[in-house]
């Protein structure tokens, strides 16, 4: 008798317990569309993973690996080299060029007034005005909206600074360098981050 009353009562609880799991789902849906994220507040995440991701594979890689133990040896012709492996700038490059074709539509970059490589040169009015902006007021960002085509976007400039003598050493002595002059601290370029906005 007990357990028939156990059977019946599963018999009418089990829809009722879909029923309950299925609510919540379908309720946060619209809600979730409601409060939609500030675009700065996705740049500054998007920002936050790709600033990640790079300092990791310098620091943990790059520096461990190659500097350290001399079992890798970063160089811009890695391809090239035995125990070759790209620099961080290059990894950051071929990781975005997989994110867009994932996303089509989202960009960034990372860019400069003084590129080693000419294609990292600021290229729209906002890219300059934001790559300007970041070098003349150190420790801030730039957010602006730029109209390309007929799609308008969100543009963010994060600044990429001279954080360790590596960084200044390689790029003042690189042949394609038009600067020699880069030092500790200083602004060398920034990430541009753009997000279409509909
Ligand atoms: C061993 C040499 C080397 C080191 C170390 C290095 N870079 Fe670079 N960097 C390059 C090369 C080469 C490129 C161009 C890569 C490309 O896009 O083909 C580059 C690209 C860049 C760019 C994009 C503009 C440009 O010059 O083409 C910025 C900004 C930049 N590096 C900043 C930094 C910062 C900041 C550090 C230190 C945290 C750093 N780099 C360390 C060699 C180096």
Redesign the pocket.
């Known amino acids: 008798m007990r357990i028939k009353t156990f059977v019946a009562s599963l018999l009418v609880a089990t829809p009722l317990l879909f029923t309950s799991c299925s609510k919540p789902a379908e309720a946060s849906a619209p809600a979730a569309a409601a409060d939609s994220v500030a675009p700065e507040k996705m740049a500054d995440a998007l920002f936050a993973v790709m600033k990640g991701t ?2 990791a594979y ?1 620091k943990h890689v ?1 520096a461990r690996l190659g500097k350290e133990k001399k079992l890798i040896k ?3 012709k890695w391809e090239d080299k035995e125990n070759g492996v790209m ?4 990894m ?2 071929y990781a975005r060029d997989l994110a867009m074709e994932q996303n089509p539509g989202f960009t960034y ?4 007034e ?8 600021p290229k729209t009015p906002k890219e300059k005005e934001g790559l300007q902006f970041i070098g003349k007021n150190p420790g801030k960002n730039f957010y602006g909206k730029e109209t390309l085509g007929d799609k308008t976007f969100f543009t963010a400039v994060y600044p ?5 003598a ?6 003042n002595d ?1 042949k ?2 038009p600067r020699d002059d880069f030092k500790m601290g200083e602004v ?4 541009v981050i753009r997000i279409p906005m509909k």
């Open positions: 790079r300092t310098t790059i970063p160089h811009e620099l961080p700038a290059q950051f490059r970059s990372l860019q400069s003084w590129p080693i490589n000419s294609q990292n040169a990429d600074v001279a954080v360790s590596a960084c200044i050493d390689c790029h690189h394609d360098s060398m370029g920034g990430v």
